[in-house]
Structure formats: C-alpha cells, structure tokens
C-alpha cells in the first residue's frame, strides 16, 4: 500500500498533503503570479455583487458550453448539469471569497482531480477557462464605475484564474504521473512473474528431461550430470565415491510371461525399496531398461556394501517378489581416482560377478558382489556363499 512522507495511508492525507502543498509553497505560488493583497481586497469587494448576477451569468456560461457536442456529452444528462451548475456557483463565490490559504487551495486541486477523472481534457478545461473569464469581465464591467477600477478589477480577475489554474494542472500532471508509475509497477510486476513463470517451467522442463517418468528417479541424463560433479567434489575433498549397479535378473522373461504392467510394477519397487536403503544425499538412477545405479559420495566400499545389503533386506520383505537382482560395487578415491566411465565399467563387471552368484537362477535373490572379498584373489567367501547370506537377510 502505497504511504505519503508522514507515513500516513493516501486515504488519510489531503491532495495538498499528497502534494506537499505547504504554506510556503501557496505563498510562492501567488508571488508567481503577482497575485497581491491589493488583488485579495479587490476581489473580496467584489464578492457581493458578482453573487447577485451569479444564477444569469452561470446559466449564460453553460449555454456557451453545452453548445459544443463533446462538452455535452461529458456532462451527459439534465440532472448532472444543474450539479455542475451548482458546484460552478460556489467555485465563483470562493473565487472571490479572499481567502486563499490551504483549505482553498486543497479544494482547487480536487477541482482538477475532479475533472481528470470525468474526462476533462486540458483542451476543454482552458476553453472553461476562456469562457469563465469572458462571463467575469462582463460582470466586472457591469458593477465598475472607472476605467481605472474596471482595469484593476480584471487584472484581480486574471490573477486568481491563472492561480486556479495551475494548481489544476499540477493535479493533471501529478495524476499522470501516478497512472504512468502505477503502468510501470504492474509493467514491472507482470515481467517479475512472468520471469518467475518461466524460470519454474524452465525447472520442470530440465526436471522432466532428468527424470526418468516411469520411477520418478534420475534418468542416464541426470546421471551422467551427477556422476561429473560428483567426481570432481571428491576429487577436490579427497574423499570416496562408491557406486552401486543394480540389474534385475531375467527382466525380459518376467515381461513376456507375465506382462508389462508387472514390469513396469517390479521396476517402481526396485526404485522406491533403493531410495530407501540410501542416504539422502545418494543419488538413485535409472539408466534404462532393467539397470539401475547409485553414486554414493563419501562413502567407503564397506559402507556401500552395507547401503546394498539393506536394499536386498528390502527386496526380500516384499512379498511375492518374481525376480532377484545382481548388484555390483566400486569405489575410487580418496587419493587415487579412475573416470567416471571407468567407474562405471568397474561397477558392471562387479555386477556380472554377483550374476554368477545365482547361476541356478533362483527366484527372488539378490546377489551381491562384496568388493572386500573380490579384491583378495579368491579368500574368503565364495560368490555362492555371498548370495546366500544376502538371500538370507
């Protein structure tokens, strides 16, 4: 909401106030026009007799006016006429009421306020103008007796009108003022949201074509993005970055026997149970088809052993669960790293190990390669005994 200097809503404050009309301000504006206390005497004199020819004078002005058809369809109809004629009749009396102080200053900057809002153009308020001043001096030369008074009278006349005059331009100007910044605020407004708009559809658009649609996870695009950020932050915090690769097992079979709904299902479930063994800063993609993986950052291979050991608890719990999985593990860092495709490629053959670990084909196993064991030439658990515990929960 918009607030004057004071602090005061607009609704509060006069025009003179919205302005900052001050008396300082009134008394250099009459000096401008050399409107004197000579000219408040004479006109203040003039007061009496001008309000007796007042009704003729005002009914021989709207006459003039309501001549020309624009000015008659401004004014519309009988009943706003005898208003306007009303209000002109006390416009004149406080014209020469000799009181020109803030209170009447206030009003003539309504006068103009008024008049801006009907629709009256500078061209039409100056011809009023023209037409008042012509009604005045006739008035002047009726009541005057010397040349010397009549001339006095009218320059008194001339003064005050000018006066009046420019208080109602500067509410014309101020009005303008106000509708062009008002345009430019809702311009600028507008432009902020619009910018708003389409940096939100921008998000979506990049967000769609970084998701994968069925699983609502990251697709190969995304990962490709986050596997290069995440290198380069571990590479640069000389810490570990591990990588889970998921396939399931005998994923065209489960489609051509028991449809591709049930695919599709089994596809959601592998995603949803992986979101749920990691952390929140792992990032679970799908790369496509029956593949999934998951780029652990700062995560050592034992901890991502864990992170693979918890998903296959996962998969184990949901029931009538048609397919097992292979998982495949590795890990660089923290001071020696491979490439992203090269991590990659470490992780699928890792993942080809864990296949060889259900060569019976065994349904609902998943089988994981424990890159701690595979690592040590052969000691330790077989990959049989690895998919085992793992089936095991």
């Keep these: 909401m918009s607030l004057g200097t004071s602090g005061m809503r607009i609704v509060e404050q006069t025009l003179a106030e919205q302005m900052k009309f001050s008396d300082r301000e009134i008394e250099k504006r009459k000096q401008l026009f050399n409107l004197k206390d000579e000219d408040v005497a004479i006109l203040r004199s003039c007061k009496s007799a001008v309000t007796e020819r007042l009704d003729r004078a005002i009914d021989e ?153 069925l699983t609502g996870v990251n697709n190969k695009r995304a990962f490709g993005e986050h596997a290069k950020r995440e290198m380069a932050g571990a590479q640069r915090a000389n810490r570990e970055l591990s990588l889970l690769y998921i396939d399931i097992n005998d994923f065209k079979l489960l489609n051509d026997t028991l449809g591709h709904q049930v695919g599709d299902d089994l596809l959601v479930k592998v995603a949803c149970h992986l979101k749920g063994a990691c952390r929140e800063s792992d990032i679970v993609c799908r790369l496509g088809g029956d593949e999934f993986c998951v780029l652990m ?64 084909g065994k349904p609902g196993l998943v089988c994981i390669d424990n890159p701690l064991l595979s690592s040590n030439d052969g000691d330790g658990d077989t990959l049989e005994d690895q998919a085992l515990r793992s089936e095991a929960g």
């Design 61 to 213: 002005f709207y006459a003039r006016q309501v001549d020309d058809p624009e000015i008659a369809l401004i004014i519309g109809d009988s009943e706003t006429l005898s208003r306007v004629k009303g209000a002109m009749r006390n416009y004149i009396v406080e014209l020469f009421g000799g009181v020109y102080d803030n209170d009447y200053v206030n009003s003539r900057l309504r006068v103009g306020k008024v008049h801006w809002r009907i629709g009256v153009t500078p061209k039409f308020f100056l011809s009023a103008l023209r037409r008042l001043n012509v009604v005045l001096y006739a008035i002047m030369d009726e009541i005057s007796d010397t040349p010397i008074e009549l001339h006095a009278r009218k320059e008194a006349v001339q003064k005050i009108l000018f006066f009046d005059s420019q208080l109602v331009f500067d509410t014309y100007i101020n009005a303008l003022s106000t509708e062009v910044t008002a345009a430019k605020d809702e311009t600028a407004a507008y432009a902020r949201g619009l910018e708003e708009e389409v940096a939100l559809r921008t998000q979506q658009m990049k967000e769609l074509t970084l998701t994968d649609d």
């Design 297 to 360: 950052p700062d995560v050592p291979a034992a901890s991502a052993l864990n992170i693979a050991e918890r998903f296959a608890e996962l998969m184990y719990e949901e029931a009538g669960s048609p397919v097992g999985a292979s998982v495949g593990i590795a890990t660089t860092g923290p001071t020696q790293f491979c490439t992203v495709e090269e991590l990659v490629a470490q992780a699928d053959q890792s993942m080809y190990r864990a296949k060889q670990g259900n060569k019976d």
